[in-house]
Each structure stands twice: as C-alpha cells, then as structure tokens.
C-alpha cells in the first residue's frame, strides 16, 4: 500500500474494512508530522509507522505500491512533476494514485494575500503552493508528466465547510500557523503582529467562500479537486 502520509488517510483506509494483511507506509518529509502519525498509531493500535522521507525522492521500490495516496501535496512540493514520476514509480501496473489539492480553500489564501499586503508585493509564506494550483487542469498536467495517460485521470470536485466560532480567535490561530514567512518568524513580524492579524481579519470577510448566515455564524466554504488515476502501461 501507500505513502498514506497523515493519519486521516490511514483511518479512512480502515474504515473500508480492508482485507488482512494489509500494508501502509506512511511517509511526510516534516519530522512533527511524522512524530504525529506515529503517536497517534501507537494511540489507536495500529500496526504501522510513518518515515521521514521526500515525495520527490522515494526510498520504495519500483512497483511497490497497489495503491498511493498523496494528500493535498504536489502544488507545494519544489518539484511537483518530480514527485508524480515517483508516484508512477513506485505504483505497480493496475494500481490507483489518488491525490487532492484546493481550488480554493479562503484560509490559506487570505494568509498569502495578507503577508503581501503588509510587508509587499514580493512576500512570501513559507509553504505556498504553486499559483498554478487554481487551475482545473494543472493536478492532470502534473500526472500526465509524472508519465500516467491523459485519458485515465479522473477529476472530481469537493466542498468542505468550516465553521467560525469566533473570527477574532480563528484569525489569530490561522495566521500564527500559515503566516510564517521563509526562514521563520522575524522581529519585523512581532513588531507588526497585530496589524497583520488585523489586515488577516479584514481580507477574509471579502473572500469567496466566506459566509455569514442570518443568526450571524460564519461559515467558510473551501473547493477540493480529487484526481484519481490508474496505471495502465509500463
């Protein structure tokens, strides 16, 4: 079975009442996430652990895997047409890749729209997928050039509602864990944290997918394309 990465993936993977003996390597290049995953599969009994490894450099063997899930992954990797050939590597004739990215997802965006708007144009965010990432072809054109068929990528699309309980507490927490820019959190940032939470707050509300009802609960609404493919040649 597959890099499966974090554990959601695992316990969805369970949840299908797969055959025994059944076989997950779970792998993410971040070491906490890593630590995460094990933790929680030590919690829950599972057989598996997850390993520090890159998705543009796969220490598994050619054809190993009947099926590989990369969750939410390749518009944020370096080298995102290097990771896709790996996933065909390593995926055996027959097998399933299955991946997902955001066509939109309001957060994450806000938090980029937000570092440029306080500290210009030319900022960036430590993890920040490829502008690309909003076009309905591009997870295919990464596939098609990882070495899979055209033809056999499925797309599908997906909304994911998340409610905000308290925009002022969502704010804060949302920017403290996407607002890091490259190389970590600077003096500059402390000195101009509240204006940019604030700035963060402001640009949300004007966001497609931010949603307020009548009774006043906030509702964000993000867009997830699925491409799911087989591989149907050498």
Request: proline content about 7%; aromatic content about 8%.
């Amino acid at each position: 079975m597959p890099p499966a990465a974090l554990a959601p993936v695992t316990e969805a993977l369970l949840a299908t009442s797969p055959p025994a003996g059944l076989q997950i390597k779970a792998t993410d290049i971040a070491a906490g996430m890593v630590q995460l995953y094990n933790a929680t599969s030590a919690a829950r009994k599972w057989p598996y652990t997850a390993t520090a490894m890159d998705a543009q450099k796969l220490d598994f063997a050619d054809k190993t895997f009947s099926h590989t899930f990369l969750s939410f992954g390749l518009p944020i990797i370096d080298d995102p047409v290097r990771a896709a050939k790996e996933m065909y590597r390593t995926l055996r004739p027959g097998g399933t890749a299955v991946t997902a990215f955001w066509l939109q997802i309001p957060q994450g965006e806000c938090a980029q729209e937000t570092r440029c708007a306080v500290y210009g144009p030319d900022a960036r965010l430590a993890v920040q997928p490829k502008p690309e990432h909003k076009d309905r072809d591009y997870l295919r054109s990464l596939l098609v050039q990882g070495g899979f068929r055209f033809q056999d990528v499925q797309l599908h699309e997906k909304s994911a509602f998340l409610p905000v309980r308290s925009l002022d507490e969502f704010a804060l927490a949302i920017w403290s864990a996407l607002g890091v820019p490259p190389g970590g959190w600077t003096q500059h940032d402390e000195d101009t944290w509240d204006a940019a939470v604030a700035k963060y707050k402001e640009l949300l509300q004007k966001r497609s997918g931010f949603r307020v009802d009548g009774q006043g609960n906030i509702t964000l609404e993000a867009i997830a394309q699925v491409a799911i493919v087989r591989k149907t040649r050498e």
